[in-house]
């Protein structure tokens, strides 16, 4: 859960960062709301059947450039809408930090993946054993995940979900 987010369990709520569109419709008056970001669990999972980088969560992004670029097929057969790309920051408890450029926004994954192909792609070594995943990136260690269900979940810091999208870039209002 996020820290400076925290609900009751018996409340049902969202937390959501609103925005005004400009020049609203006469349908509507002047403004017409529109929710950016609802905060989802900020765990990530190391995935070893990925090849892209997903998030759900928009304010986990520290860039964001909002525009459909399409539909992803989900491990489970179906397909889910991309809102956007951009980059999230990841803080190892190690104290290391990793970018995650061309992250794609999916509001509809239950989980934040990051795939294990990219990262090789983009220069890390993923070592997966004895229940433990282990990235290093040119023979220094950058951080830890550990077997839960069948994917590993990164060690982390908590205050990942405290990220404010601080960059957003809208090409076409209509599909926000």
Not at 71 to 90: D, K, P, Q, Y
Not at 118 to 135: A, H, P, T, Y
Request: charged share 20%; proline share 2%.
């Amino acid at each position: 859960m996020c820290p400076d987010r925290k609900f009751k369990q018996e409340e049902k709520a969202a937390n959501m960062v609103v925005s005004e569109a400009k020049g609203g419709t006469s349908r509507y008056g002047n403004s017409l709301h529109t929710v950016l970001s609802v905060c989802h669990s900020p765990e990530w999972w190391m995935d070893t059947g990925a090849n892209i980088n997903v998030c759900a969560d928009a304010c986990l992004f520290s860039s964001y450039q909002a525009g459909g670029t399409g539909a992803l097929l989900m491990e489970n057969g179906s397909h889910a809408h991309v809102l956007g790309a951009g980059t999230v920051v990841l803080k190892f408890t190690s104290g290391k930090t990793v970018l995650l450029k061309n992250m794609q926004h999916v509001p509809s994954s239950r989980k934040n993946l990051v795939s294990s192909s990219q990262m090789c792609r983009d220069g890390f070594k993923i070592v997966l054993e004895s229940n433990n995943c282990v990235v290093s990136r040119h023979e220094t260690f950058v951080g830890k995940g550990y077997d839960y269900g069948g994917l590993f979940r990164l060690s982390l810091l908590d205050d990942v979900c405290n990220k404010v999208v601080n960059n957003v870039n809208v090409s076409d209002e209509s599909n926000i």
